[in-house]
């Protein structure tokens, strides 16, 4: 039976370092500022960004939350992001995705400051991460980064597989992993013989948004699994219209299978806020020159 990766717990950790560090920041006058930005009233995203906000102030920091209207017009939320990327108590910028279909998401993306984007999506901070230096790292990657750090050690060498090519986790997660000289491999849905190629990986992170796809009979025995899919399926046995959450992997066969695997929910996802802080308290320190804080980067 594999050993069950403690997300949430690896996250109050992260957490514990971020408050600390943004306590030396305070000492010299600096208070870290996280901004987030929601246009609309989708309501996972308000939950989310809720949740973001209790967690930016009990670390310390100042958290200044934007609620738009739907109808905003792309424009407002552009000035909105100039004038944030102008103020001196604002260290972190996000808009919450996804906006609504007449903003163009690119667009709100890259008007952000690079030395301000907590989410690692601006372009210029794309580029950076490709060509191995100094940038702002995508959230979900970096906390996935974290907990193969602590279960491997060193991952030189290792046999990687990402299944999924998304901008916002298969490619960052591709490159992290190539960055710490593990041999890459990314996976999706054109992929010939998916299932023996995953079979292969020392180190199989699933980010593909299909429910349980990936079972046990894909997974090397002994590999450790990241499963960072978040899929609301139905729940019969809880009742009438009642849902659960599940991953792209179905946990039951692969447990039984990997050496190591995160679980649905908390594995990764706890570990997706923590780093957006431990990304707030990072650009804060380079913004001013400071030290930044060990091991919260990648």
């Known amino acids: ?7 949430k717990a690896f996250a109050a950790t992260v ?15 600096i208070t870290p500022g996280l901004a987030v930005i929601l246009v609309g009233e989708d309501p996972a995203s308000e939950v ?20 738009l209207p739907a109808d905003t017009p792309e424009a407002e939320v552009l000035t909105l992001i100039k004038r944030l990327n102008a103020d001196p108590a604002v260290h972190g910028i996000l808009c919450q995705l996804p906006v609504p279909d007449h903003i163009d998401e690119s667009k709100v993306i890259n008007a952000i400051a690079p030395e301000k984007d907590v989410d690692g999506f601006h372009i210029s901070n794309v580029g950076l991460l490709a060509t191995g230096q100094k ?9 996935c980064l974290m907990l193969l750090r602590a279960r491997h050690g060193s991952l030189s060498g ?7 090519r998304s901008n ?30 995953c079979k292969r990986a020392d180190i199989l992170v699933a980010a593909v948004g299909r429910a349980e796809m990936i079972t046990g009979d894909w997974v090397k025995p002994g590999a450790t699994v990241i499963d960072v899919g978040i899929n609301r399926v139905a729940a019969p046995e809880r009742g009438a219209g009642k849902m ?11 447990s039984a299978v990997a050496g190591a695997i995160t679980p649905v929910p908390g594995g990764v996802g706890p570990m997706t ?3 957006l802080l431990a990304n707030t308290v990072t650009a804060c320190s380079r913004i001013n020159g400071l030290e930044e804080p060990e091991g919260l980067t990648a």
């Not at 957490?15 to 006058?29: D, S």
């Open 1 to 7: 039976m594999a050993d069950i990766i403690d997300g």
């Open 15 to 29: 957490r514990e370092k971020v408050a600390a560090h943004v306590a030396r920041l305070k000492t010299a006058g």
């Open 48 to 67: 989310y960004v809720r949740n973001k906000g209790k967690q930016t102030l009990e670390t310390g920091m100042n958290s200044f939350e934007h609620k």
């Open 135 to 143: 940038s702002m790292v995508p959230c979900t990657p970096l906390g």
């Open 158 to 164: 290792l046999n990687a597989v990402v299944v999924g």
């Open 168 to 197: 916002i986790v298969g490619k960052p997660m591709a490159t992290l992993l190539l960055k710490d000289s593990c041999t890459v491999t990314i996976a999706h849905s054109r992929t010939r013989d998916i299932e023996a190629l």
């Open 244 to 254: 659960r959450l599940v991953g792209d992997v179905d946990f039951a066969s692969a």
């Open 273 to 275: 806020i923590a780093c």
